[in-house]
């Protein structure tokens, strides 16, 4: 049982550049999420999806865009990195929203210079 | 500003007695309150919560209670052991909120010394 698993786990961008993060998961979940670390920050809500096809913002979602085309499926797009989206990022389900328990993904480190 | 506040960045304890970690919050429409570990190069994993119409919630070293009138929660971990050492993420939902609405703390690193 994989659980969330989020690809690529590491990655180095140049400013301006654009990449996908591809999270998966395989417990039926609705709810998928994607949130990002930053040292003495905690973790902050970019989007979030309620199911298939939906797609809503977080705390910080600018310079970031989603898609949930399958349920299983949430991927977090960024069209032209910055360096301040230097990040660990984290993906996220839960089967139903209002509390429900999150199943996080290892995370994906991605370093904008 | 931050409505989950965790304002101890790190704890260190020995093993064998007890670490708390406190979590303050500033909204009085939050209902539900979660505490997340992490261990290094992984994603946060699920410990215990709490709702507000409770003051204690127990699963089994793990103690969490909360004091509305204070707007304070906190984790107790009885007794401490060396696996323990991660960092413990406070987080909170809204009244009527999805879960879009689960806000976090900071994160407090603990550490129990064999």
């Known amino acids: 049982n994989a659980g969330v698993t989020q690809t690529p786990k590491f990655r180095v961008l140049k400013t301006g550049q654009s990449m996908t993060l591809l999270c998966a998961q395989d417990?039926?979940?609705?709810?998928m999420y994607w949130y990002r670390q930053d040292p003495g920050m905690g973790l902050r809500l970019i989007h979030y999806s309620v199911g298939e096809g939906t797609t809503a913002k977080g705390e910080v979602p600018d310079g970031y865009n989603v898609s949930r085309l399958k349920k299983q499926n949430f991927l977090l797009g960024l069209e032209s990195a910055a360096p301040s989206q230097t990040s660990v990022y984290f993906c996220?389900?839960?089967?139903?929203?209002?509390?429900?328990?999150?199943?996080f993904g290892a995370g994906s480190r991605l370093t904008v210079l | 500003d931050q409505q989950v506040k965790q304002n101890s960045p790190s704890l260190s304890v020995q093993e064998g007695r007890i670490s708390i970690l406190n979590c303050d919050y500033t909204n009085s429409m939050f209902d539900y309150f979660l505490w997340y570990k992490k261990y290094p190069a992984e994603g946060p994993t699920f410990l215990i919560s709490i709702s507000s119409i409770k003051d204690k919630n127990e699963d089994g070293r793990f103690t969490v209670f909360l004091n509305k009138s204070a707007k304070h929660l906190s984790l107790h971990i009885v007794p401490s052991q060396p696996g323990d050492s991660a960092v413990y993420f406070c987080a909170a939902r809204s009244y009527g909120g999805s879960q879009g609405n689960l806000i976090f703390g900071k994160g407090t690193k603990l550490s129990v010394k064999p």
């Open positions: 417990m039926n979940h609705e709810y």
């Open positions: 996220a389900s839960s089967y139903s929203g209002g509390g429900s328990v999150l199943t």
